[in-house]
């Protein structure tokens, strides 16, 4: 063995090493027992450094059939986001801090959008909105309050939202111990976060007491 290969080695063997990255799935159950969909679950690891933020992107929201689609979107801080009326109608945007946030937000808090309605053979109205702070927002219409979603904005690369069997895999978590956070948009004061260990191949079960509104079809 060389002087080189020898201090090559010994300095790859001083290098810090990186915690086993895991597989991490969680089910999230409604109030009734049944799976809980659009749940947004995060996992925060509570040893080591801040993990980078994921990077942002770009986004559509649709308005149609007087709907926010998706419904709940999960999305990197710096993402911009492109909200399409696709309703023959006029329809307006008001995003606010959701839950008790957007009760006690300010008149400048969020953003206000307005889109007119979708002409036959003409681009739909389009208006773009970039999302700076971490944290979930409620959207809605002034003009038809039955109009609600949600984006839950977040600098964690471990965030997902909840598939319709109330499932989220998150991927390439670090082992050890960690934070649980479960948000959801039918709730208004968020539960605290609970105590997590990522082993190799984590699932567990998490029930809540949040019981869905029924979306108009």
């Given at each position: 063995m060389t002087t080189r290969t020898a201090a090559a080695l010994l300095a790859l063997a001083l290098?810090?090493?990186a915690a086993p990255?895991?597989?991490v799935q969680v089910t999230v159950l409604a109030r009734d027992g049944q799976p809980l969909a659009d749940a947004v679950v995060v996992v925060e690891p509570v040893s080591g450094n801040k993990p980078a933020a994921p990077p942002p992107v770009q986004?559509?929201?649709q308005q149609l059939k007087m709907q926010f689609v998706p419904a709940t979107s999960v999305l990197p801080v710096g993402s911009r986001v492109s909200?399409?009326?696709l309703d023959g109608w006029e329809h307006h945007v008001r995003g606010v801090p959701a839950g008790l946030a957007g009760l006690n937000a300010g008149p400048g808090a969020g953003f206000e959008l307005r889109l007119d309605g979708k002409v036959l053979n003409?681009?739909?109205a389009t208006a773009d909105v970039t999302l700076a702070k971490a944290g979930p927002m409620q959207?809605?219409?002034h003009l038809h309050s039955s109009m609600r979603g949600f984006v839950f904005v977040?600098?964690?690369p471990w965030a997902v939202k909840t598939d319709a069997q109330g499932v989220a895999?998150?991927?390439d978590v670090p082992e050890g111990a960690a934070r649980l956070r479960v948000w959801h948009g039918e709730q208004i004061v968020e539960q605290p976060p609970g105590a997590l260990t990522v082993t190799s191949v984590t699932a567990l079960s998490v029930p809540t007491q949040i019981q869905p509104r029924r979306r108009r079809p």
């Open positions: 290098l810090p090493m990255a895991a597989t986004a559509t929201i909200f399409v009326n003409k681009e739909p959207l809605g219409c977040t600098d964690s895999m998150l991927q």
